[in-house]
C-alpha cells in the first residue's frame, strides 16, 4: 500500500485542497478497505470512469470465491454519484483516503471511511440534494420501499439499484425517503434503533442476528407475522419469506428506527 500524501500528482484536475470536502463524479463509486484491496477483475469498477453494470457482469462471470464472495473484507461500501465526502489525505498512486458523511457509521464519527479513486472524485462538484421525506415517514413507507428491490442479487457493500447487502437494503431504503441511517447493521441496531422485545414486532421494525458471543452481522425487516424481508447473503437475492430456521436460532434482538412513525 502506498502511504498517503498531501502532494497531489501533477495534471490530476480531481485533487482536493486538503483537508476538503468533494462530491462522486462517477455513478457509483467503490469505497475500498485498502488501495491493494481491488483485484483485477474489479478493474471496471476501478476505472477513471468507473462501469458498475460492467463490474458486476465481470463479477458474475466467474466463480463465486473469484467473484462476489471475494469482496468480503476487500470492499467497504459504495458512494453515489452527487454524495459528498470529506477527503483526509491523497496517495501517490490516485487514490483518496475519505470519509462518507451520509454513511453514519462507529468507524468513524465523520461517516464511513475508505478508500476511493481519486478520479471518481469532484473537487468542485455540487452535492445532490437528497431526497426529501416530505412529512412524516412511516415503518409501512419503509417496507414498501424495501419490496420495490425483491429480486435483487446481494452485494456485499452495496448501496444501490443495481446491488444491496443486508443492512445497505435498509440504508438504501431509508435514504430514498429521506432518512440517514448508519450504513452497518450493528450500528443501526446501536445507533438507530429503540429497542423492541421479540415477539412483539410490527411490519417495518428491524430484526438482528449473532452468533453466540459474536457482533450482529445480519438485519431483516418483519414483514408481519413469521414474515421477513432482506437481503441474505452473497448468491442470494432480495426476498420476502418466512423466516429460514438457521435465522430464527441466531435472532437476537428488535428495534424500532427512531426515524419513523
Not at 445497505?168 to 450500528?187: E, I, K, P, Y
Request: glycine fraction near 10%.
Amino acid at each position: 500500500m502506498v502511504s498517503p500524501t498531501t502532494e497531489p500528482s501533477k495534471g490530476n484536475g480531481n485533487i482536493v485542497n486538503l483537508p476538503g470536502t468533494a462530491t462522486i463524479r462517477v455513478p457509483v463509486a467503490g469505497v475500498w478497505a485498502r488501495t491493494t484491496s481491488p483485484r483485477p477483475i474489479d478493474a471496471a469498477i476501478v476505472a477513471d470512469d468507473a462501469d458498475h453494470e460492467q463490474w458486476l457482469r465481470d463479477l458474475d462471470g466467474v466463480a463465486l470465491e473469484d467473484g462476489r464472495l471475494g469482496l468480503l473484507d476487500r470492499f467497504e461500501t459504495e458512494a453515489l454519484e452527487g454524495e459528498p465526502v470529506v477527503v483526509r489525505s491523497h496517495t501517490a498512486d490516485g487514490w483518496s483516503q475519505v470519509v462518507c458523511p451520509w454513511q453514519p457509521s462507529s468507524k468513524d464519527a465523520e461517516g464511513y471511511p475508505g478508500f476511493i479513486r481519486t478520479a471518481h472524485l469532484d473537487a468542485g462538484g455540487a452535492t445532490r440534494a437528497r431526497p426529501s421525506a416530505g412529512g412524516a415517514v412511516t415503518r409501512t413507507d419503509l417496507l414498501a420501499e424495501a419490496r420495490r428491490y425483491v429480486g435483487l442479487a446481494y452485494l456485499w457493500g452495496g448501496i444501490s439499484a443495481d446491488g444491496l447487502d443486508c443492512s445497505g437494503l435498509v440504508h438504501f431504503s431509508c435514504r430514498n425517503l429521506g432518512l440517514t441511517v448508519a450504513r452497518d447493521c450493528d450500528d443501526q441496531h446501536e445507533i438507530d434503533c429503540e429497542p423492541v422485545e421479540l415477539g412483539t414486532t410490527e411490519p417495518g421494525d428491524l430484526l438482528f442476528f449473532a452468533r453466540p458471543a459474536e457482533r450482529i452481522h445480519h438485519v431483516a425487516i418483519a414483514a408481519g407475522g413469521d414474515t421477513i424481508l432482506h437481503s441474505p447473503s452473497t448468491g442470494h437475492r432480495i426476498v420476502e419469506e418466512s423466516m429460514p430456521e438457521t435465522r430464527r436460532r441466531t435472532l437476537v434482538a428488535a428495534g424500532r428506527l427512531r426515524c419513523l412513525q
